[in-house]
């Protein structure tokens, strides 16, 4: 008798509208094996004010910067700071130049099962299969990413953050042809969520061109991410930076401002890689791989101790202080219509028990439609939005009695087959993202759900399809999908 599988699956949620671009806006959704996925509302909750200790981040920049090239291999993440090499030239494991670790930063990759483990130089151009990743396809990743730890700063009263650390990264292209460095990054939120993570950029100016090129580019301070409405507590926040939809100015290739992928990394993060010659692989330029281009999310947690109380000074027996608040005044805004996105409802998204099929189980069943409302004027191209979704790793013991704790499987296990309906002019469907036991790439990686060129409103969702090896232990298995909105 086959044995079965079943994964149950838990969406929770929340949302924010503005009128101002870019806004990210994120839901976070739990799925797990019975594969029900439940709805249930998170709320946002601000940090406590307090000193910020054993912080930490972890960031692939974006799926390029992991992805096959056409010559020396891959792009890949190196920790440290990587030597001279002199000329624009393929990296040898001899040089020393790559490392898995230096300091508090480390480069991590997922395995088969989707877990993080150490990135080498024997796995740094391989897909979590351990394949070769290829350049022929956007999603053929190696998945890796930077983590920085042991930082430290403050959460103020008023909900603002401010993180720093120290130890560096570095980015290297086509093999190491082209490569720079990013030196002590500072996060920095206001109270709202928005704000950037910055740090000092160096690195060597070459061109694809003439690869005789090499010159030393002077550090500065450039802008890695662009954050809008982090949604920060006492332990961290996740969040996608800022890209779809982001306009840069451009000194040579210029910017495609078409399709569900179009953006762009910060202006000053643009602008110091037009010296190292990666300019173009860091927005839209309308080649094959813009689809790998927008940033990946962006994990970061940490310890909040108690806030710092100073005691207010008495005052002085012969004085007292005199306190008077002016407030500013408002010019409201005229009414221009407005945007916002929503969960058609709470009930559970029953994907039903996996179904053997060979040497798999597949489970499918559609998501909890998603309503977006965009009654803004104006114009056209100011006003586009797009939504996306992207899933963790799926873990067993969570949700039921028959989870085998500790097992699990990989994110890349789930795809969708997006959907629209009731739509205005200009709204499209994302592609299909098939799950990887099929050929595609699952939903590991940000998937676009549907994007808009206009100001439309629609209904949106997609057809879910789980399938993972027939050797799957049975039980409840839980994983995260979230759901972004750019507008």
Sequence with gaps: MASRSTVDSTIRRQG?????????????????????????????????????????????????????????????????TAGDTGSSRLWTEADGFYSAESGDVSIVKPDASGALVPASWA?????????????????SLTKNAVVFGGGS????????????????????????????????????????????????????????EDQSQWVPVAARQIVLADIAGASADDEGFSVTPAYLGVPVTTSGTPQATSGASWGSFPQSFVDFQTATGQASYWYSSGGSRDAAKPASPLAVSYS?????????????????????????VVTPEPEDGSFGWSF??????????????????????????ITVTDTRTGGTSAYQWSISGQVAAFTAG????????????????????????????????????AP????????????????????A???????????IPSSTPAGDYTSTLTITALS
Excluded: H
């Excluded at 500072?186 to 160096?202: F, I, N, R, Y």
């Excluded at 990887?436 to 994007?451: C, E, F, H, K, Y």
């Design 398 to 433: 969570i949700g039921g009695a028959g989870g085998s704790g500790g097992s699990g499987f990989g994110a890349d296990a789930l795809g969708w087959t997006p959907t629209v309906t009731d739509s205005g002019t200009g709204v499209a469907a994302g592609a299909a993202v």
């Design 304 to 328: 909040l101790e108690g806030a710092v109380v100073i005691p207010p000074e008495e005052p002085a027996a012969d004085s007292r202080d005199i306190e008077v608040t002016v407030p500013t």
């Design 153 to 208: 700063g403050t959460a103020a009263a008023d909900g603002s953050i401010e993180i720093s650390w120290t130890g560096s990264f570095t980015v290297a292209f086509y093999g190491g042809l082209t490569y720079w460095t990013a030196t002590d990054p500072v996060l920095t939120l206001d109270p709202s969520g928005d704000g950037v993570l910055t740090a000092t950029a160096s690195g060597y100016g070459t061109s694809m």
């Design 457 to 467: 409103s629609a209904t949106i969702g997609a057809e879910l399809r789980l399938v």
């Design 123 to 139: 796995t740094k151009c391989q897909t979590p299969a351990g394949t070769a990743v290829s350049p022929g396809s956007t999603a």
């Design 436 to 455: 990887q036991l099929q050929g595609g790439p699952g939903l590991g990686s940000s998937g676009i759900l549907a994007a808009s060129s206009t100001a």
């Design 16 to 80: 924010r509208s503005a009128l101002r671009r870019p806004l990210a806006v994120t839901a976070a959704a739990a799925l797990a094996a019975g594969l029900a996925l439940t709805a249930t509302t998170a709320a946002s909750a601000a940090p406590s004010a307090g000193t910020i200790t054993d912080a930490s981040f972890t960031w692939g920049l974006s799926n390029e910067a992991g992805g096959g090239a056409y010559f020396g291999g891959c792009n890949f993440l190196s920790a440290g």
């Design 344 to 369: 058609a409802g709470g009930d559970a998204i029953a994907l039903g028990t996996a179904t053997q099929a060979g040497s798999t189980f597949v489970a499918e069943g559609p998501m909890t439609p």
